[in-house]
C-alpha cells in the first residue's frame, strides 16, 4: 500500500511523496519525488548567468520575481511551489503589471540584491535544501499579503485560508474520499458570497471624452464588460472642434441645435502638455506630419493624443457612435439591481429607433462644457444687440468694426478678448476682478455690469458706461444630466451635483452609478484616470466603499466646511489649489503612487511663468529642470511605439 512520507504533510498543504522505506521500485520512486526535483529550465535565455539555475534555485530573483539587475524588464511568473498557484500567479503578475506602468515602484538594484541575500541566509539558517528556495508551504499567506499590499488590492480572504485547512484535515481523515465528501460547507456559503462582488459587471460608460476613454480603459482593465455610448462620429468629446455653433448663441432654447464642442479655431492649450496627459500615456510631442509638438500645442493635437490614446488600448471597438442615450434609470429601484439604458441612432425617429440595454453599472463621462451659464443683467431684455456666450465662439471676424463686451475673466475670457481685439472697434471686459490683466490699446477693463439700456449702452457698477454693438458671455457652464431619471437621487442646485461622494458616488446609489469629470480647474486627464481607477477597482470589489450612512455623513461635511470658507455653491466642485490633496487620497485609496513632485512643481511654476509672461508664457518657459524630470519619468511608462517612434 502506498504511504504519504509524514515530511511532506505541511500544516495547510499535502503534496504526496512516496516514502523509499516502503517502496524501492526505482524509476517510479524518481519520479514521485515532488516538485522540488523537476527542474527549473530557461534556454531560451541569453542573460551572461545574469540569472542562473543552481540545485533548482533560480537566482537571484527579487520576491521570487524580479532579477534585480535586469528588473522590471525581465520577470518571472509562476515560479514558487507548493501555494495556491493560480491566486499566487494573479498578485505577481498584478505587482509586474503596476511596477511596468509605473503605478508600483521598486527598491533599487542594491536594496533588491541585500534582500535576496537576507533572504539565502535565512533559508540557511533554517537548515533549508537550496532546491526548496521557492517553497512556500505555510509562509504563503505572509508572501500573498505581501504582494497584495505592494500591489495595492485586498488580501486573501480569511475563508480561503480556512478551506485551505480545512482541506488538509479533511485529507487526513478521508484520504480515499476527500475529492467527493468534506464538512467545510459554511466556507462554500463565504466563497459563493465572496465571489458574487467579484463577477464582472456589464457597465455603460456615457461619452467617449477623454473622461470616458480612460474609465473604459480602467473598467477593461479590471474585467469588466464596457460598451461607450458616444452621440458623435469619433472620439474626443469636447476636443473635436466644430466650426458649427448652436441655434440659440446663448445656449437658453431646450430645443436648440446642441453643438458639443466649446472649441475656438485659434486655441492652443493652457497648460505645459507635460501635465496634461495620462500618468502611464504621457502626451508627448510628435515631430511627424500634421501634428504640433509645441509644449502648449493647438487643440488638434490634444484631439491626436486621445485617438491614440484609443487606438492604443483597443476602445474604439467598445463604441457605439452617433448613440445618443436618452435615458438611465433603475431595473427595479427597489432591488436596485441594475441599469436600463435607453439610447437613440443620430437621424432615426420614433420609438422603433430607440434601443433598450440593461447594465449592472453607469459611470458618467459627458463633460461639462456644453450648456452655458448666461450672466443676469438687468434691463438686457430691452437691450438691442447681440448676445453669445463663448461656447458658441469660434473666429473672430464676425466682431470687425464693433463694440464687444466680454463678461468674465477666465482663460478663454482672456483669450477671446485679445483674438477679437485684432478686428473690432473696441474690446471690453467686465468682471469681479478689476486688475487689468493684459494691456492692449483697445481693450479696456471694468467693474461687473449694472444694466444695460434700449439704447444700446450698458452701464458699470462703479457708474461708467459704454455703447456695446456685442455682448460675449464667457462665465462657465452648467452641469446636465437630462438622460437621469433617478427621483431625484442626484441633483443639480446652483451647479453643485449632489449629493456625491469625492465628486464621484452617489451614495444611495454607490458603486453603481458614478461620474467621471466633474471636478473642475485641475489637471483633468489625471483627475479622471485616478477616478476611473477607483471606480472600476470598487466595481470589481478589489476595492471598498464605506456605507451609504458613512458617505453621507462625509458629503455633509465637505459642504459645511465649503460654507465655512464662504465658497460658494457653485464652487463646490472646483478643486485649485485642493487638487492634490484630492489626488493624493484617490491614490492612496486605490493602492497607487501619489502624483510625483515634479509633476506639482511645473503646475506652480507653470502659474509664476503666466503672470509674468502673460503675452508669451506658451511660448517661453524656465523650468526645463522640470521637463527633464518629466521625460525621465515618462521612459517607464511611454509605449514601445511612442518611445521609437
Known amino acids: 500500500m502506498l504511504q504519504p512520507s509524514s515530511t511532506m504533510i505541511e500544516q495547510s498543504h499535502i503534496y504526496l511523496t512516496l516514502s523509499k522505506e516502503k517502496f524501492k521500485i526505482g524509476t517510479i520512486i524518481r519520479r514521485a519525488t515532488g516538485w522540488a526535483r523537476y527542474k527549473y529550465y530557461f534556454p531560451f535565455l541569453e542573460i551572461n548567468n545574469i540569472v542562473t539555475v543552481d540545485d533548482s534555485s533560480v537566482g537571484p530573483l527579487y520576491k521570487h520575481i524580479f532579477p534585480p539587475m535586469l528588473a522590471p524588464m525581465l520577470s518571472f511568473i509562476g515560479i514558487p511551489f507548493w501555494a495556491l498557484p493560480f491566486p499566487i500567479f494573479e498578485l505577481q503578475s498584478k505587482w509586474v503589471a503596476g511596477v511596468l506602468s509605473g503605478r508600483c515602484s521598486l527598491p533599487s538594484e542594491q536594496q533588491m540584491i541585500k534582500d535576496v541575500k537576507a533572504f539565502y541566509l535565512e533559508l540557511e539558517a533554517a537548515a533549508f535544501p537550496k532546491c526548496y528556495t521557492h517553497r512556500l508551504a505555510e509562509k504563503q499567506y505572509d508572501y500573498s499579503d505581501w504582494l497584495a499590499a505592494e500591489s495595492g488590492c485586498q488580501p486573501w480572504e480569511e475563508w480561503r485560508k480556512q478551506m485551505l485547512k480545512e482541506h488538509v484535515s479533511n485529507y487526513l481523515t478521508r484520504p480515499e474520499t476527500y475529492r467527493d465528501e468534506w464538512e467545510d460547507e459554511y466556507s462554500i456559503l463565504q466563497a459563493q458570497e465572496d465571489f458574487c462582488q467579484y463577477s464582472p459587471r456589464k457597465v455603460a460608460v456615457i461619452g467617449a471624452g477623454a ?10 482593465r479590471e474585467g469588466h464588460e464596457v460598451v461607450i455610448f458616444e452621440r458623435s462620429d469619433r472620439v474626443g468629446g469636447t476636443w473635436v472642434y466644430d466650426p458649427n455653433v448652436d441655434s440659440d448663441p446663448l445656449g437658453l432654447d431646450t430645443s436648440r441645435t446642441i453643438i458639443h464642442s466649446s472649441l475656438y479655431d485659434s486655441l492652443r492649450v493652457n497648460l505645459p502638455r507635460e501635465v496634461m496627459g495620462f500618468r502611464d500615456y504621457p502626451f508627448m510631442a510628435q515631430v511627424k506630419d500634421g501634428r504640433d509638438p509645441r509644449r502648449f500645442p493647438h487643440h488638434t493635437e490634444v484631439l491626436h493624443y486621445l485617438e491614440d490614446f484609443a487606438n492604443h488600448f483597443e476602445l474604439v471597438e467598445l463604441i457605439r457612435f452617433e448613440a445618443e442615450v436618452i435615458y438611465v434609470g433603475l431595473l427595479d429601484e427597489e432591488l436596485n439591481n441594475g441599469w436600463v439604458v435607453k439610447s437613440m441612432k443620430k437621424g432615426e425617429v420614433g420609438n422603433s429607433s430607440v434601443a433598450r440595454d440593461v447594465f449592472d453599472a453607469v459611470v458618467v463621462c459627458t463633460g461639462h462644457l456644453t450648456h452655458p451659464n448666461i450672466a443676469e443683467i438687468p434691463g438686457i431684455d430691452a437691450w438691442p444687440g447681440k448676445q453669445l456666450h463663448c461656447h458658441n465662439y469660434r473666429v473672430p471676424e464676425p466682431f470687425s468694426g464693433q463694440v464687444v463686451l466680454i463678461i468674465g475673466n477666465s ?30 490699446d483697445n481693450i479696456w477693463f471694468h467693474s461687473m455690469v449694472k444694466h444695460a439700456h434700449e439704447d444700446g449702452t450698458v452701464v458699470f457698477s462703479d457708474g461708467s458706461l ?28 446652483d451647479n453643485r451635483v449632489g449629493p456625491l461622494y469625492k465628486h464621484i458616488f452617489p451614495p444611495m446609489l454607490a458603486p453603481r452609478l458614478s461620474f467621471i469629470g466633474i471636478p473642475f480647474v485641475a489637471l483633468a486627464f489625471l483627475i479622471y484616470e485616478l477616478g476611473s481607477k477607483w471606480v472600476a477597482g470598487v466595481l470589481s470589489g478589489r476595492l471598498s466603499l464605506p456605507s451609504e450612512g458613512q458617505m453621507m455623513k462625509d458629503v455633509g461635511s465637505f459642504y459645511l466646511e465649503l460654507e465655512a470658507a464662504a465658497v460658494p455653491k457653485h464652487y463646490t466642485h472646483r478643486l485649485a489649489q485642493k487638487q492634490f490633496d484630492h489626488s493624493d487620497w484617490l491614490a492612496a ?17 507653470h502659474a509664476k511663468n503666466y503672470s509674468a509672461r502673460r503675452e508669451t508664457y506658451r511660448d517661453e518657459w524656465d523650468d526645463e529642470y522640470l521637463i527633464l524630470q518629466a521625460q525621465e519619468d515618462f521612459c517607464q511608462y511611454l509605449p514601445a511605439e511612442v518611445r521609437n517612434g
Request: glycine fraction near 4%; proline fraction near 4%; charge should be negative.
Open 211 to 220: 473622461a470616458g476613454l480612460v474609465a473604459s480603459r480602467e473598467l477593461r
Open 411 to 440: 482663460y478663454s475670457a482672456e483669450d477671446i478678448s485679445k483674438e477679437i481685439s485684432t478686428v473690432a472697434k473696441e474690446v471690453h471686459v467686465a468682471s469681479k476682478s478689476t486688475t487689468e490683466r493684459f494691456g492692449y
Open 466 to 493: 459704454v455703447p456695446v454693438d456685442v455682448i460675449v458671455h464667457c462665465t462657465g457652464y452648467k452641469y446636465y444630466f437630462p438622460f437621469l431619471e433617478i427621483n431625484n437621487t442626484v441633483t443639480v442646485d
Open 589 to 605: 485609496e486605490i493602492g497607487c503612487q501619489p502624483l510625483e513632485d515634479w509633476r506639482k512643481q511645473m503646475l506652480k511654476e
